[in-house]
């Protein structure tokens, strides 16, 4: 299938001479469900605002849907490639809800019954509808982090990044928000993951991109959690499951389970 | 705290309340201004009375007012306090060896009439007003976009803000940080410093984040386009009796002479 993202040697430096990329590339192919893996500093925050044409590529190229990103498609760019940041105090800032996930469709310029009609699907889809009316400082922190992916939602766009979208949720609201990201992904969406939460991504994500120092470290499925190499100079640890049967070398198992279903079926195979 | 901004008090359905959040900016911001340029008691008295009548209507609980209006005391308060005295002319009363002048006295209550009409006024216009109508309004008016986003941000954000000080506060208290006295305290001035500082830094990179998320969404600095309603008949003639009234105050008190030799 082919690439919707690909990033090819990039670079960036911030005013105060901070290196955030150093020679990053990357590709990520249609409809999938990636996680960007990275410690602190890794440059993931950065890299994501040049998915979106929010940071233009000065060295290197990001690509979407095979166009270059550059000053005159941005505009395009950011109704194909949609981004919810971290904090959803930085992204949701109208007075209502409803406002604020009718912001995007009204900068794209969109007849007020086609706002009104995306709006009320985008809310749908986060079940956030009921609170349409609510002014966002009412609203709990995962309600706030909902309201931000609605909002980007309401846009339509084919790729969905989420910058580091599980941090502070409670259990409940983690697995809420995988379910809405799996449903998205169902409809054809391509969803993109960054995040340091390595259970997530071993859960989760269908293609795994490690990112340390600005440099991409592997790319790959997510049989990249089990490695040794990749995992300990990215600076991250293996996922739960997998650090189980690393204890457990009588098993002798040819791959290591990384997800609960999988180490489930080994369990049950071995116990028959 | 912001309760207040966001829902309006009182009985949903009496008039204030229907009226068009446009007609109300007009009609009570033109209320004010030509109150503001009344010179005479009786028609300020006459115009703060409109008012009450206009909060009866629209049956606004009274206290609701009394409680804006005593807003007034610490801005106006003062002044009111001073003129009487700083004013020169014959004297009306003697406090220790100070004289109050009749002029005086005559100037300060004029000045919180008119601060009395200009407060109601207003008053009756957010009591009665959602918030997301009121900037709605604004917008309709043609009020630059720059100062709607200034008022929005600085309302959406107040809380956040707040928020991030008192945390930082608990922080503090959870490491054995005590009040001094009072701000001449020298570590106490020293910490409330840096705590500004750091509130001051924070914001700054957060209102580059927000940037940053209205850029992701396409924000291109245009104006947003709303949903239009036409003005209603009653909503115009509601709006023109305030201003007609208030202006008719302002023409009555203008010609005050002329008028009843015109009449005849």
């Known amino acids: 299938m082919a690439n919707v993202i690909e990033v090819e040697n990039l670079y960036f430096e911030y005013k105060d001479g901070t290196r955030a990329l150093c020679g990053l590339n990357l590709a990520v192919e249609e409809g999938v469900k990636a996680a960007l893996l990275g410690p602190n500093g890794a440059g993931?925050?950065?890299?994501?605002?040049?998915?979106?044409?929010?940071?233009?590529?000065?060295?290197?190229?990001?690509?979407?849907?095979?166009?270059?990103?550059?000053?005159?498609?941005?505009?395009?760019?950011?109704?194909?490639?949609?981004?919810?940041?971290?904090?959803?105090?930085?992204?949701?800032?109208?007075?209502?809800?409803?406002?604020?996930?009718?912001?995007?469709?009204?900068?794209?310029?969109?007849?007020?019954?086609?706002?009104?009609?995306?709006?009320?699907?985008?809310?749908?889809?986060?079940?956030?509808?009921?609170?349409?009316?609510?002014?966002?400082?009412?609203?709990?922190?995962?309600?706030?982090?909902?309201?931000?992916?609605?909002?980007v939602l309401a846009m339509s766009p084919q790729v969905i990044v989420l910058d580091e979208p599980a941090a502070y949720l409670d259990p409940q609201g983690k697995m809420e928000l995988v379910e809405i990201l799996d449903e998205l992904n169902r409809k054809g969406n391509t969803v993109i993951v960054a995040t340091h939460d390595v259970d997530l991504a071993a859960e989760w994500a269908e293609q795994v991109v490690v990112i340390k120092n600005g440099r991409t470290l592997a790319q790959g499925g997510a049989s990249l959690l089990a490695e040794e190499s990749v995992i300990v100079e990215a600076g991250l640890c293996f996922p739960v499951v997998a650090r189980i049967f690393q204890q457990l070398p009588e098993l002798d198992l040819t791959h290591t389970p990384l997800t609960v279903a999988e180490a489930v079926a080994v369990i049950r195979e071995r116990i028959k | 705290m912001l309760e207040s901004l966001f829902y309006c008090r009182g009985n949903m359905d009496s008039l204030l309340y229907r009226l068009d959040p446009r007609v109300k900016v007009v009609s009570l911001v033109g209320f004010v201004a030509f109150t503001s340029a009344l010179g005479t008691w009786p028609a300020l008295l006459s115009g703060l009375v409109f008012l009450l009548l206009l909060a009866g209507i629209s049956r606004i609980s009274a206290f609701y007012l009394v409680k804006r209006l005593a807003w007034i005391l610490p801005f106006g308060g003062i002044l009111v306090i001073i003129l009487p005295f700083a004013v020169p002319g014959e004297p009306l009363f003697k406090i220790f060896s100070l004289n109050a002048s009749i002029e005086g006295t005559g100037q300060a209550v004029v000045l919180t009439m008119r601060l009395l009409n200009a407060v109601a006024a207003l008053s009756l216009l957010t009591a009665t007003t959602g918030f997301k109508d009121l900037m709605m309004a604004f917008r309709a008016l043609r009020v630059p976009q720059i100062f709607v986003l200034l008022i929005e941000f600085t309302v959406r954000y107040i809380s956040v803000l707040t928020d991030e000080a008192r945390r930082m506060q608990i922080a503090r208290k959870a490491r054995g940080f005590e009040k001094g006295r009072s701000l001449l305290h020298r570590c106490t001035f020293q910490v409330a410093g840096k705590l500004i500082g750091i509130l001051f830094i924070r914001s700054f990179e957060r209102s580059e984040r927000v940037y940053n998320a209205m850029l992701a969404r396409g924000y291109a600095g245009g104006v947003r386009v709303d949903g239009d309603p036409r003005l209603g008949r009653e909503d115009l003639c509601w709006g023109a009796v305030i201003l007609v009234f208030a202006a008719g105050l302002w023409l009555i008190e203008f010609g005050g002479v002329q008028w009843p030799m015109l009449l005849k």
Do not use: C
Not at chain 1, 44 to 56: A, E, W, Y
Not at chain 1, 91 to 103: C, G, H, I, L, N
Not at chain 1, 110 to 138: G, N, Q
């Open chain 1, 44 to 151: 993931k925050s950065t890299l994501l605002m040049h998915l979106n044409g929010i940071h233009l590529a000065r060295k290197g190229k990001v690509r979407v849907m095979e166009q270059e990103v550059t000053a005159k498609n941005e505009k395009w760019v950011r109704t194909v490639v949609g981004l919810v940041f971290q904090d959803p105090d930085d992204q949701v800032f109208s007075s209502t809800v409803w406002e604020d996930v009718a912001f995007g469709p009204t900068n794209m310029g969109l007849a007020l019954s086609e706002i009104t009609d995306r709006v009320e699907k985008a809310l749908k889809a986060v079940r956030m509808l009921d609170y349409k009316d609510k002014p966002p400082y009412h609203l709990s922190y995962g309600q706030k982090k909902r309201v931000a992916i609605a909002g």
